[in-house]
């Protein structure tokens, strides 16, 4: 397995990590610089897409189930710039996410499938500073799926209908959270292309946005010199918790 960069140095990549979220685009808005430089370095990456976006356009004259097709389409597409082509669709409702038991089996569920050393996932907490981390559907797929990681993957007891399912429990040793206080900085300079790439292919959210190339990389450059970067680098933040 090879390794990726952070603002301490080289650490080894895991060997399987799943990311979990409430939309599409938003693995690539926060993460998809790190899934790139994971997947360089050999991790088997896979996606969690509790919802199919289908919410996410103020024009009424397509269908939702057309926007959602169209958004599958493009998160399929943005998956693979960065060396993706494993997604799970959940289909909860788009902008009603609840954390209930339902959603928590379902991501449970991928868990066992996937067998992930590492999940990365956004944060449950609000983040009042940028209100957009703290839409509801984040939140609440973020407690669904810290829930998901522990107890409910790891529990043989914990909905005994994913065993009649053939699916066997699985313990992850680590949460990377997106928008938590961080902790750990990783070095995204030599993959910033592909995430670059991953967001255009978000075509209907992105097509209209002046300068996506230069915001992207304003935000990874200040997150770069958060983390103690050197001057000119790229970085993603994230806030790791021990999970194993």
Known sequence: MGEILTGEGKISAPERALIVVAHPDDIDFGMAGTVA???HAGCEVAYCLVTSGEAGDDDLSRSAEELAALRQVEQTAAAAQVGVSELHWLGHPDGMVVADLSLRRDIARVIRITRPDVVLCQTSIPNWDHIYI????????????LAAVYPDAR???AFPDLLDEGHKPHGVSEIWLVGAEPNR???ITDS???KVEALRAHRSQTAEMDDLEGRLREWCSSSAEAGGLPPGRLAE????VAAG
């Not at 703290?134 to 939140?139: E, Y």
């Not at 933040?237 to 790791?240: D, E, K, L, N």
């Open 37 to 39: 430089a994971l997947t």
């Open 134 to 145: 703290s839409h509801p559907d984040h939140l609440a797929t973020a407690t669904a799926a």
């Open 155 to 157: 529990n043989p007891r």
């Open 185 to 187: 900085w990783i070095d």
């Open 192 to 194: 910033f292309d592909h």
């Open 237 to 240: 933040a994230f806030r790791v």
